[in-house]
């Protein structure tokens, strides 16, 4: 997988003067059936997360609150993505090397993924990931 793969999915916003709404549903706005969320809250200042790519699994990422930054790594191209719109959700496909970083106070990452938690989809090795690369396994 290539950086040109990731892409920010503008979600619906239901703007109203009670306060601002948005959604998504499955297959309509996130590109695959949701198996799993989980959310990274009170992160400490400087501190950062991820730091690893997934064998085969994809996700989308949305600061629902406050803001960090994403940087996705392709093993040939870095880029610095900063979520900090409640309804911008980033889609990243399987075999992208990320780690999330810079988070604001009382920031809030939200990810939904297409497969349960494995330990087994995780690559932790920067160095095993070039190399899956190079070899082209999982593209
Ligand atoms: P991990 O994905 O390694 O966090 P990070 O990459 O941000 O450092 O997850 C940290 C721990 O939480 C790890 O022991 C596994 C556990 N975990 C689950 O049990 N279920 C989940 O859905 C996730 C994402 C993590």
């Given at each position: 997988?290539?950086?040109?793969a990731?892409?920010?999915?503008?979600?619906?916003?239901?703007?109203?003067?009670?306060?601002?709404?948005?959604?998504?549903?499955n297959?309509?706005?996130i590109?695959?059936?949701?198996?799993?969320?989980y959310?990274?809250y009170?992160?400490?200042?400087?501190?950062?997360?991820?730091?690893?790519?997934?064998?085969?699994?994809?996700?989308?990422?949305?600061?629902?609150s406050?803001?960090?930054?994403?940087?996705?790594?392709?093993?040939?191209e870095?880029?610095?993505i900063?979520?900090?719109?409640?309804?911008?959700?980033?889609?990243?496909?399987?075999?992208?090397?990320r780690?999330?970083?810079?988070?604001?106070?009382?920031?809030?990452?939200f990810?939904?993924?297409?497969?349960?938690?494995?330990?087994?989809?995780?690559?932790r090795?920067?160095?095993?990931y070039?190399?899956?690369?190079?070899?082209?396994?999982?593209?």
């Amino acid at each position: 997988m290539k950086l040109d793969a990731i892409k920010i999915i503008d979600l619906p916003k239901i703007l109203d003067d009670r306060g601002n709404l948005s959604f998504f549903q499955n297959e309509e706005h996130i590109p695959f059936k949701i198996q799993r969320a989980y959310w990274i809250y009170d992160v400490p200042g400087g501190e950062h997360r991820g730091g690893h790519a997934y064998k085969d699994l994809q996700e989308v990422i949305i600061a629902l609150s406050g803001s960090f930054d994403v940087v996705i790594d392709d093993g040939f191209e870095k880029k610095t993505i900063t979520l900090n719109r409640s309804y911008n959700a980033l889609y990243i496909p399987k075999m992208i090397w990320r780690r999330l970083e810079n988070f604001s106070t009382n920031s809030l990452a939200f990810i939904v993924t297409d497969k349960m938690y494995d330990a087994d989809q995780y690559i932790r090795d920067y160095g095993q990931y070039l190399e899956m690369k190079n070899d082209g396994k999982g593209e």
